[in-house]
């Protein structure tokens, strides 16, 4: 099984120490939202947030099974893979559901990370938890076009109530 494919270190932020992060983001104004989303995110059961702070779109995503986050600004997908992989997920803008979610296991995004540098990476990969990475920015970045999974159309395999869903 291929590694899964995380960034370098530098874009890693430990959740357990997030203030050593802030002084590093570039954009003054954005240092409170980005503050208010690793500490959600740090306290809350859940894998990321999108927020849209002013002119800029926020990302911040988990990386499974670490104690770790990444923050992107303003990312857009530019490619993925033909290689999809099928796994539940929920969502907070879809209360009480949980959707089965054809998603790729790679993607490449161009974003910019909070020192200000632009990037263009790829991220995911075919393990668990590469999947499962490439799954959750995915899962945000539609929320930042203003989506939810229920959008995701043909990719949408089957959505049941939370009460009822067992695995
Ligand atoms: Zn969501």
Request: proline share 5%.
């Amino acid at each position: 099984m291929a590694e899964a494919i995380f960034p370098p270190d530098e874009q890693v932020i430990p959740l357990y120490d997030i203030a050593r992060t802030i002084p590093c983001i570039v954009v003054h104004e954005l240092r409170a939202p980005i503050w208010d989303m690793l500490m959600l995110l740090r306290r809350a059961d859940i894998e990321g947030l999108a927020r849209v702070h002013k002119a800029s779109k926020l990302i911040a995503v988990k990386i499974p099974s670490t104690e770790s986050a990444l923050v992107m600004l303003d990312p857009s997908i530019t490619k993925h893979s033909r290689r999809y992989n099928l796994d539940w997920e929920g969502c907070s803008d879809v209360p009480y559901h949980v959707g089965q979610v054809r998603r790729p296991d790679t993607l490449t995004i161009k974003y910019t990370d909070i020192t200000g540098r632009k990037r263009e990476k790829e991220f995911g990969g075919s393990s668990h938890i590469g999947q499962e990475l490439a799954r959750n920015l995915e899962h945000e970045i539609d929320h930042l076009d203003g989506g939810d999974f229920l959008d995701r159309g043909r990719r949408l395999v089957q959505v049941v109530l939370k009460h009822e869903f067992k695995l």
